[in-house]
């Protein structure tokens, strides 16, 4: 049973510039949830995606968006990025049947901004 | 306001030794709880959850965690820690009413020989 995979695992940007990170949900669950942990932090909700659909946010700037698609794989993008979207973005999936809170993390995918 | 606190920023304990991380939170209601671990360049694994029910609760990897509603902790603990325990560890907090996971700011954790 594969876990939740994330690609790629790192990625190098300059300021200004546009990023999109890929998750891929656990199998049998349909909700992808993006978080960020910036060095030394603990994770930061970003956004959970249900139904293709934006369900819930935290406090993210709109530069931070998201898509899910009908496989339930979801991307997250980051436009005019800055310095401080340095960080370890997770995504993490979760379904009906264990409950939408308990949710599985992936490997993570390191941005670094210069 | 809601929030979820880890007051040990550090703990360097003994191979072989007990380990106890504590987590305190401050909500409304009783939320759903959990304890994760993070190893260096890693992502985060699930060691155990509290829903309801029995306040100690047992996880991966010899941990256990116990609910305590009075103090509103959720106290993780091992009897007997390995060298492979060495890692960050997060206490986390949802809520019935939501689907987001609110996190702690970490324990870090150093296993010495």
């Known amino acids: 049973d594969a876990g939740v995979t994330q690609s790629p695992t790192h990625l190098i940007k300059t300021r200004g510039q546009q990023v999109t990170l890929r998750c891929s949900p656990k199998?049998?669950?349909?909700?992808v949830s993006w978080y960020q942990q910036a060095l030394g932090q603990g994770p930061q909700f970003i956004f959970q995606?249900?139904?293709?659909?934006?369900?819930q946010r935290g406090n993210f700037p709109d530069r931070f968006s998201g898509h899910q698609f009908p496989n339930y794989s979801s991307e997250l993008n980051v436009n005019a990025l800055l310095l401080g979207d340095s960080a370890l973005y997770l995504c993490?999936?979760?379904?009906?049947?264990?409950?939408?809170?308990?949710?599985?993390f992936g490997p993570g995918t390191r941005l670094t901004v210069l | 306001a809601q929030s979820v606190t880890q007051p040990d920023i550090h703990i360097t304990v003994s191979e072989g030794a007990s380990l106890e991380l504590r987590c305190n939170y401050s909500?409304?209601?009783?939320?759903?709880l959990f304890w994760y671990v993070q190893s260096p360049g890693q992502g985060l694994q699930l060691l155990l959850k509290?829903?309801?029910?029995?306040?100690l609760v047992q996880g991966i990897k010899g941990f256990e965690a116990e609910f305590k509603r009075s103090q509103s902790s959720f106290n993780l603990r091992k009897p007997s820690v390995h060298w492979s325990d060495a890692a960050e560890y997060f206490c986390?907090?949802?809520?019935?009413?939501?689907?987001?996971?609110?996190f702690g700011a970490g324990t870090t954790v150093t296993v010495r020989a």
């Open positions: 993490a999936s979760s379904g009906f049947r264990r409950g939408y809170n308990e949710q599985f």
């Open positions: 199998s049998g669950h349909d909700t």
């Open positions: 995606y249900y139904e293709e659909e934006e369900r």
């Open positions: 909500y409304g209601a009783t939320p759903y």
């Open positions: 509290y829903f309801s029910g029995d306040t």
């Open positions: 986390a907090v949802g809520l019935p009413s939501d689907y987001k996971l609110s």
